[in-house]
C-alpha cells in the first residue's frame, strides 16, 4: 500500500468553478502535512502548508483530517492557471524526509 | 531568489555505462535530496544527505549511490545503467531546523538508458 495516495484524476473544471480532492496518508504518526504544485514538465513548488485547523492562501483552502488520515484541497474561482499536478506530500521524521503522492491532475477550461 | 540546479536536462546513455547527475545549490541548505519521478508512482526518495559527507538511504537506493564532498553539491551515480533506470531525476534541498520543512527543486535531468 502507498503512503500517500492520490486521484490522479484529471479533474476537469470550468473557468471560475470550484473544485476539491482528497489524499489519504497511511502513517498515523505523520507531522507535517503540505500542497506542492507540479506544471507540466517543471519541478514541484510548495503550494501551501496544511494545518490542523484548516488554513486559506487566496483561493485555496486546504484542510486536514488525523482522525480519518486525509488532507483536501479545495480551489475556489478556478483560473486557467491553475491547471496543474497538485502532490499531497506528507512529512513524518525529524529530517525533512517527505512522502509525496503522485499526484491530482487538474484542468482548467475556458 | 533561492536556486538549485542541475548538470543536465536531458541525457542519453547506454546500458552497463556509469552515470554522474550533479547538483548544486546555493542557499546553504544543509539537507539535500535525489528523487526519481515515474508517471503514476509519484516521486521516490533514493538518498539524502542531511550534512558534507554524510548520506542515508531512501526508499529505492539499489542500483545508485551518492557523493556530498561539499555543502553546496549532492551527486547521484549510476554505478552501471539499466533500461529500468530510464526517469525524470529531480534533485532538492531543504534548510535543517527551520520549522517549514519546504524543499526545493531543481529543474530535473530527463535520464534515457538504452
Known amino acids: 500500500r502507498k503512503e500517500v495516495e492520490q486521484d490522479p484524476g484529471p479533474f476537469n473544471v470550468p473557468e471560475g468553478a470550484t473544485v476539491a480532492f482528497n489524499c489519504t496518508y497511511s502513517n498515523s504518526a505523520s507531522q507535517s502535512f503540505f500542497w506542492y504544485r507540479q506544471d507540466c514538465r517543471k519541478e514541484p513548488k510548495l503550494l501551501m502548508s496544511?494545518?490542523?485547523s484548516g488554513n486559506e492562501d487566496g483561493r485555496f483552502t486546504a484542510q486536514l483530517n488525523r482522525a480519518s488520515q486525509y488532507i483536501s484541497l479545495l480551489i475556489r474561482d478556478s483560473k486557467l492557471s491553475d491547471s496543474a499536478t497538485y502532490l499531497c506530500?506528507?512529512?513524518?521524521?525529524?529530517?525533512?524526509?517527505?512522502?509525496f503522492g503522485a499526484g491530482t491532475q487538474v484542468v482548467v477550461t475556458p | 531568489d533561492v536556486k538549485v540546479t542541475q548538470s543536465s536536462r536531458y541525457l542519453v546513455k547506454r546500458t552497463g555505462e556509469k552515470v554522474f547527475l550533479e547538483c548544486v545549490q546555493d542557499?546553504?541548505?544543509?539537507?539535500m535530496f535525489w528523487y526519481r519521478q515515474d508517471p503514476g508512482l509519484g516521486l521516490r526518495l533514493i538518498y539524502f544527505s542531511y550534512d558534507v559527507k554524510m548520506k542515508e538511504k531512501g526508499d529505492i537506493p539499489e542500483g545508485y549511490s551518492v557523493s556530498r564532498e561539499k555543502k553546496e553539491r549532492f551527486s547521484l551515480i549510476l554505478e552501471s545503467a539499466s533500461t529500468n533506470q530510464t526517469s525524470m531525476y529531480l534533485c532538492a534541498s531543504s534548510p535543517r531546523g527551520s520549522g517549514t520543512y519546504e524543499q526545493y527543486f531543481g529543474p530535473g535531468t530527463r535520464l534515457t538508458v538504452t
Open positions: 506530500v506528507v512529512r513524518g521524521d525529524s529530517w525533512g524526509k517527505l512522502q
Open positions: 542557499m546553504d541548505h544543509e539537507n
Open positions: 496544511v494545518y490542523s
